[in-house]
């Protein structure tokens, strides 16, 4: 993996969540396709660049292709990225448990002393 090339790729953000759909298991094309609102083309060509990069291995059973992160080959940069999305979890978890706080009624609303 040549350093520049991965952090230019994972620089995308679609790319970025390829590699996060990829992390923990392997996906056929058309699976990660399904997940994007861009055409299959599109995604194809980012896998592509994230093949090209040494960041997801490919293995090609019949026509079906299927992609994997390649975290051994990612180096430090597999160490960044799953802190990142780790931050990212957190935050969203912050943020929901604040949102169900302000849904519930305060437990003194309508009691007086």
């Not at 993996?1 to 390829?18: K, N, S, Y």
């Not at 392997?26 to 194809?44: C, N």
């Not at 597999?78 to 802190?83: G, K, N, P, V």
């Amino acid at each position: 993996m040549r350093c520049m090339d991965a952090v230019r790729a994972v620089a995308e953000p679609r790319r970025r969540e390829i590699l996060r759909l990829v992390w923990d298991g392997e996906l056929s094309a058309g699976e990660i396709a399904e997940r994007f609102d861009v055409t299959f083309g599109a995604v194809s060509q980012h896998l592509k660049v994230l093949r090209d990069s040494g960041l997801v291995t490919l293995r090609q059973e019949g026509k079906k292709r299927f992609y994997r992160a390649d975290r051994e080959g990612m180096g430090p940069l597999a160490d960044y990225l799953q802190s990142m999305w780790a931050t990212k979890l957190d935050t969203l978890a912050e943020l929901a448990e604040a949102a169900e706080r302000a849904e519930q009624p305060e437990e003194s609303e309508g009691t007086s002393p």
